[in-house]
């Protein structure tokens, strides 16, 4: 006994399918590099100015003149913060292209002082706060929301999953 099976693809329908996938998938990725930049940015702002730096730790204490100086103007100095007027974290931002995102800080002047912060060190004493990194904690976080989002928009995800 021979039998035979006669199958008709449409494979317009299929084209079209995966094109429309495509579309999607770039603008759910850019949506979601859009979220995890301002998670790490928040990040990088909150663990800062609670003194502590990327991988743990706490960040090297303010010089003798330095706590001086902030007492005077009324900044607290029981650790490093890296906030004076708050103007260096208000101008952290973020731009995504492609399949990437950037953070950099968007006032030249407050870019130069977070790089002599985190880079060059500050000071006589030249003392460094990398403070402008992604810690491998946190790294793991942003990994684990951009795949939970991505997911979920792209309707793979079932809800309450992680």
């Given at each position: 006994?021979?039998?035979?099976?006669?199958?008709?693809?449409?494979?317009?329908?299929?084209?079209?399918?995966?094109?429309?996938?495509?579309?999607?998938?770039?603008?759910?990725?850019?949506?979601?590099?859009?979220?995890?930049?301002?998670m790490?940015?928040?990040?990088?702002?909150?663990r800062?100015?609670?003194?502590?730096?990327?991988?743990?730790?706490?960040m090297?204490?303010?010089?003798?003149?330095?706590?001086?100086?902030?007492?005077?103007?009324?900044?607290?100095?029981?650790?490093?913060?890296?906030?004076?007027?708050?103007?260096?974290?208000?101008?952290?931002?973020?731009?995504?292209?492609?399949?990437?995102?950037?953070l950099?800080?968007?006032?030249?002047?407050?870019?130069?002082?977070?790089?002599?912060?985190?880079?060059?060190?500050?000071?006589?004493?030249?003392?460094?706060?990398?403070?402008?990194?992604?810690?491998?904690?946190?790294?793991?976080?942003?990994?684990?929301?951009?795949?939970?989002?991505?997911?979920?928009?792209?309707?793979?995800?079932?809800?309450?999953?992680t």
């Amino acid at each position: 006994m021979v039998a035979e099976v006669k199958i008709d693809i449409d494979t317009n329908e299929v084209k079209a399918f995966i094109k429309n996938i495509s579309k999607k998938q770039k603008a759910v990725i850019t949506k979601s590099l859009n979220r995890v930049s301002n998670m790490a940015i928040l990040m990088i702002t909150k663990r800062t100015q609670a003194g502590k730096l990327p991988d743990g730790g706490k960040m090297r204490g303010y010089a003798k003149g330095t706590v001086k100086s902030r007492k005077k103007r009324g900044r607290q100095t029981g650790f490093v913060d890296l906030t004076d007027t708050g103007k260096m974290f208000r101008s952290l931002d973020y731009t995504v292209g492609g399949l990437k995102s950037s953070l950099f800080f968007s006032n030249m002047e407050r870019a130069k002082i977070a790089s002599f912060h985190d880079t060059f060190g500050v000071g006589k004493s030249k003392i460094k706060r990398p403070f402008f990194a992604i810690g491998d904690k946190e790294e793991d976080k942003i990994i684990n929301e951009f795949r939970n989002f991505y997911f979920k928009e792209m309707g793979l995800w079932a809800k309450g999953k992680t």
